[in-house]
Nanobody
Framework: VQLQAYGGGLVQTGGSLRLSCVASEVTFSDYIIAWLRQAPGKEREFVAAISRSGNTPHYSDSVKGRFTISRDNAKNTVYLQMNNLRPEDTALYYC????????????????WGKGTQVTVSS
């Protein structure tokens, strides 16, 4: 399974970015897809996830109402639309895939992609 994240960049506070996570060599609809992020000097944290069908999104409290996760199983792609970005959203964003997960911790992902950097200037 290969996951590739795209779409990071530099944006001002209040701006928007859309991240994409494209999967290959996998039956995409078998997997829950999550976005996690890690800022310098901080632990990696859960951001958002979406169920296999795309019907059920999950968000951390810090991004709820500002970020929207969606997926297109026909394109093997998950999107993370990030609006009203804040400097504290600055981090390396990873997408990850898992078949089953403990939604209390969002740990134990099966596969990880390389991250894409998001930088929000104040």
């Amino acid at each position: 399974v290969q996951l590739q994240a795209y779409g990071g960049g530099l944006v001002q506070t209040g701006g928007s970015l859309r991240l994409s996570c494209v999967a290959s060599e996998v039956t995409f609809s078998d997997y829950i897809i999550a976005w996690l992020r890690q800022a310098p000097g901080k632990e990696r944290e859960f951001v958002a996830a979406i169920s296999r069908s795309g019907n059920t999104p999950h968000y951390s409290d810090s991004v709820k109402g500002r970020f929207t996760i969606s997926r297109d199983n026909a394109k093997n792609t998950v999107y993370l639309q990030m609006n009203n970005l804040r400097p504290e959203d600055t981090a390396l964003y990873y997408c990850a895939a898992v078949k089953t997960v403990d939604e209390r911790s969002w740990s134990g992902m099966d596969y990880w992609g390389k991250g894409t950097q998001v930088t929000v200037s104040s």
